[in-house]
């Protein structure tokens, strides 16, 4: 029974997240996450960090508790089958189910399992959870801006770890990113970011 697999192939959160190592010290990512990003370079997945941690690296002070990265994915069934594998080999697991105020609550072990889902449903965005640092991970697949046209205008930055460098969206792309959200869930933190980025632009002022 598919279903009933399904199910005993489900992990359930019993404790609320907690703070990641990168909270502690917010121009730092978690070993994790660095570990991650480089298996997905090296498969030729191009990260580009998107969303409120990208802020904080460029010097916001919003709080925030995940990672979302843009990854090419060329539309192709073996690309998202791919990135699937190195998220479950770098111990990522793909989450299931989400409470209200979207804390990870369930997340799938099992890599055949998840594998069949994935690729049944393709869908824009994924959400992935480390359960030894609790950390979650959206992954956005060429969307709703692909991944190669991101990089032409993203910026290297210093991760805070002996020279690692990370490719982080232009701040044009992060605001028009922003504006999507906030189109869509209306949320007074996206409104918050809006006006950080719009003083990262040259010509405006501080």
């Not at 990168?22 to 370079?41: E, H, K, M, Q, Y």
């Not at 580009?48 to 802020?55: C, D, K, P, Q």
């Not at 032409?152 to 930055?157: D, F, L, S």
Request: net charge negative; aromatic share 8%.
């Amino acid at each position: 029974n598919r279903a009933a697999g399904w199910r005993e192939s489900t992990k359930t959160l019993t404790e609320s997240p907690v703070l990641s190592e990168a909270t502690d010290a917010p121009d730092r990512l978690p070993s994790s996450v660095l570990n991650l990003v480089g298996r997905l370079t090296h498969g030729g997945f191009t990260p580009v960090l998107v969303g409120g941690y990208a802020l904080v690296l460029l010097g916001s002070r919003e709080m925030t508790f995940d990672f979302d990265f843009v990854v090419a994915t060329c539309g192709a069934p073996i690309g998202l089958q791919a990135v699937l594998r190195v998220l479950y080999e770098t111990d990522f697991r793909r989450v299931s189910k989400l409470d209200e105020h979207g804390d990870v609550t369930e997340y799938v072990e099992d890599l055949a399992e998840s594998e069949r889902n994935f690729l049944a449903h393709p869908p824009n965005v994924a959400f992935f959870w480390h359960p030894r640092d609790r950390i979650r991970v959206d992954i956005l697949l060429d969307f709703p801006i692909p991944a190669a046209e991101l990089v032409r205008a993203a910026e290297k930055i210093e991760t805070g770890q002996a020279g690692e460098t990370i490719l982080v969206a232009g701040v044009e792309h992060l605001k028009e990113l922003k504006r999507i959200a906030y189109n869509y869930r209306r949320s007074p933190k996206d409104l918050r970011d809006l006006e950080f980025l719009e003083r990262l632009t040259p010509g405006k002022e501080a």
